[in-house]
Nanobody
Framework: QVQLVESGGGLVQAGGSLRLSCAAS????????MGWFRQAPGKEREFVAG????????YYEDSVKGRFTISRDNTKNTVYLQMNSLKPEDTGNYFC????????????????WGQGTQVTVSS
């Protein structure tokens, strides 16, 4: 069982930056893929970025490419999402998730979820 705890959300002006963190409660299996998702009010939860715990190229949803960076620190069992050049449409509750399904963007294939952290971008 993996427990995930997100932090780092907040209120920021458009063009600003935030870094989200996702701490795993147990040593995360090296075969897991870690993902970030977001959910805006009244919308479905959507994929943002993913990374294989053991390395390899991260992958992103098109609207965040070049602005967001996902990374991981194996020694701290933590995954990060660096968000730059934020836009009002990036507003939402951001969730960290883990899956044994390598490289997937499909929400239903993620097995463990955090409680979310709110990001609000003002115009």
């Amino acid at each position: 069982q993996v427990q995930l705890v997100e932090s780092g959300g907040g209120l920021v002006q458009a063009g600003g930056s935030l870094r989200l963190s996702c701490a795993a409660s147990a040593r995360t299996c090296s075969t897991y893929t870690m993902g970030w998702f977001r959910q805006a009010p009244g919308k479905e939860r959507e994929f943002v970025a993913g990374i294989y715990w053991s390395g390899g190229s991260p992958y992103y949803e098109d609207s965040v490419k070049g602005r967001f960076t996902i990374s991981r620190d194996n020694t701290k069992n933590t995954v990060y999402l660096q968000m730059n050049s934020l836009k009002p449409e990036d507003t939402g509750n951001y969730f960290c998730a883990a899956t044994i399904n390598h490289g997937t963007r499909i929400r239903s294939l993620y097995d463990w979820w955090g409680q979310g952290t709110q990001v609000t971008v003002s115009s």
